[in-house]
């Protein structure tokens, strides 16, 4: 059974900062890219950050950040833990959603979703 666990969302006041945690099982990590989604009220749920597949060592990941983050966010995976991070700083109320963890195999378009975390930035 596949499961994604997202933990660390919480209040935090704009400026500040927040990490949060994807821990996976059921799945071969290394073969997924993970990614962070976020969906405020009213809204679509967006792309924050993608992290690809594999290993560190081999080839590298490569990130992928919205616009809206950029310089604020870092997107990290230690496969060892099997488990992906978002650092966030600077937060800003404009933030404030709730945070899905994905993971996404395109070579088998199998894609797995978190039961989502809740970040709240108040001004």
């Known amino acids: 059974q596949v499961q994604l666990v997202e933990s660390g969302g919480g209040l935090v006041q704009s400026g500040g900062s927040l990490r949060l945690s994807c821990a996976a099982s059921g799945i071969i990590f290394s073969r997924y890219d993970m990614g962070w989604y976020r969906q405020a009220p009213g809204k679509q749920r967006e792309l924050v950050a993608v992290i690809t597949g594999g290993f560190s060592t081999i080839s590298g990941f490569s990130t992928t950040y919205a616009d809206s983050v950029k310089g604020r966010f870092t997107i990290s995976r230690d496969t060892a833990q099997n488990t992906v991070f978002l650092q966030m700083n600077n937060l800003k109320p404009e933030d404030t959603a709730v945070y899905y963890c994905?993971?996404?195999?395109?070579?088998?378009?199998?894609?797995?979703w978190g039961q989502g975390t809740q970040v709240t930035v108040s001004s």
């Open positions: 994905n993971a996404d195999r395109k070579l088998t378009r199998v894609t797995y």
